[in-house]
């Protein structure tokens, strides 16, 4: 089927704290939805089937409670499938949003998804219910070809989100289509966790996802279009990811990727939106990751010999790396119950520092939960002191295989190449209770390659 994803550099409010009337709310957004308008257009015409928008594309950000209040559109959540905003207009009130999504949708012909915040009236009787009397929800719209409105789902991982509550159960939010089956839907920081992203896909069995975000870039292990990959590999899933466009605030990385494959867009150099369009396959039945090749066991002698290990701050966690000199070896570095391993081999040696890195714990550091990590990165500089740091270049190539004994199913194979590029593993998966990734040469100088474990239940 034909995917459209619209990386949005939106139009924000200059003060998103100050009260305002629902007019000029209103008007604000609608310079938001022109552009839409345009991209929806422009993405029917080139065959799409859906097309889907990024989180916060509409209203912004950085709102309190009680500022974005004018910004909020009704949506019911129960009415799935029953309403047609654009042809029942005056069914509910506050609903120009979600009303002008289902007008492009239908004029289109076109399944459209995009993100927006709603309100929803709650009694006093009810004990989750809010002292202003209603709840405020990050909710994202499913709407049909027709402009029917599908699925909504209400954010449940929300990442300082002031302005949004969190619904009291997690939304399992999908919707189905004639040209590839069901997709799952879910938002931003939903995704490192197992309710309701993870747990949506294996109750449903659901095989495509649509993924609204406002990502904000970390590397070496969180890029927001390396980490979807990742997502798409680890559960063998097509993912429609649809970033926001703020470079300043580090925040770019969309696009449209099947576990073999990604169309990708990342730019941290130039303004405006951008559009992506690409035919993929849909996905039916589980292929089975490639395990021939055995990963060898690390020899006594190589344990031995061994580098010295050392601790560095990396995305604020406390991991203790090796450092991966000369042209090949093999090393061995442990934390807590998990210990990783490396072969590896350069073609050429550079005057790069690489480090092998583990670290088996609570991430505490904007948002709370446990994390397993193997991985292979690519230092700031020659110092011990600079692994870990963010860095977007690099020219060795390097032969390896990275696996370690993880203590999670949850691994989320992470492969990125300079100039935030993306590459995919040989081969991966388990053996012998270990998760291993391996490639030979990779399309051009290697950032990361890491195993990216998450132990939900010690979250």
């Not at 939805?33 to 991209?39: G, P, T, V």
């Not at 974005?68 to 042809?87: A, Q």
């Not at 927006?116 to 009397?133: A, F, N, S, V, Y």
Request: glycine share 6%; charged share 15%.
């Amino acid at each position: 089927y034909v995917a459209a994803v619209y990386e949005h550099e939106s139009i924000l409010s200059p003060t998103p704290a100050a009260l305002v009337e629902r007019r000029s709310a209103l008007e604000l957004m609608g310079r938001n939805l022109d552009i839409y308008e345009q991209q929806v257009l422009a993405a029917a015409r080139q065959g799409a089937q859906i097309i889907v928008f990024p989180e916060d594309g509409i209203h912004g950000f950085n709102f309190t409670r009680s500022s974005i209040y004018p910004y909020l559109d009704f949506v019911p959540h129960s009415h799935s499938g029953k309403w047609n905003p654009c042809r029942e207009p005056y069914l509910f009130n506050d609903t120009e949003v979600v009303q002008r999504l289902s007008c492009m949708a239908l004029k289109n012909k076109i399944f459209l998804v995009a993100n927006l915040g709603t309100k929803q009236p709650c009694e006093r009787w009810d004990p989750g219910c809010p002292p202003d009397g209603r709840y405020q929800f990050n909710t994202n719209v499913a709407l049909a070809a027709d402009g029917a409105l599908l699925a909504t789902y209400r954010k449940h991982n929300l990442y300082f989100e002031y302005a949004f509550d969190t619904p009291a159960e997690p939304d399992y939010a999908f919707f189905d289509t004639p040209f590839a089956g069901k997709f799952g839907m879910f938002t931003c920081f939903d995704i490192l966790f197992f309710e309701p992203a993870v747990n949506l896909i294996k109750q449903y069995n659901l095989k495509q996802i649509v993924y609204p975000t406002a990502w904000m870039n970390q590397l070496p292990l969180l890029s927001a279009v390396e980490f979807q990959q990742a997502f798409a590999t680890a559960f063998n899933v097509n993912i429609l990811a649809a970033n926001i466009h703020h470079p300043t605030l580090g925040m770019t990385g969309s696009g449209i990727y099947t576990p073999v494959k990604s169309f990708i867009y990342h730019n941290m150099e130039s303004y405006g939106g951008k559009l992506i369009v690409a035919e993929i396959p849909v996905i039916t039945a589980d292929y089975k990751t490639n395990l021939e090749k055995t990963p060898g066991r690390v020899s006594e002698k190589g344990k031995e010999q061994s580098p010295p290990s050392f601790y560095a701050e990396m995305m604020y966690d406390n991991f203790t790396f090796v450092p991966v000199w000369g042209e090949k070896g093999e090393l061995q570095v442990c934390a807590n119950t998990l210990c990783c391993y490396l072969n590896y081999r350069r073609a050429v040696l550079t005057d790069e520092l690489y480090a092998l890195g583990v670290f088996d714990g609570l991430h505490t550091v904007h948002g709370t939960y446990y994390v397993q990590a193997c991985a292979l990165v690519k230092c700031g500089g020659l110092s011990f002191s600079t692994c870990g740091q963010e860095v977007t270049d690099a020219t060795a190539l390097i032969d390896f295989q990275l696996w370690g004994n993880m203590s999670t199913p949850y691994i989320f194979p992470l492969l990125l190449t300079s100039g935030i590029t993306l590459d995919f593993a040989d081969h991966m998966g388990w053996k012998n209770n270990h998760y291993f990734l391996s490639k030979n040469r990779t399309s051009s100088g290697l950032l990361t390659a890491a195993l990216y474990g998450r132990w939900y239940e010690k979250d």
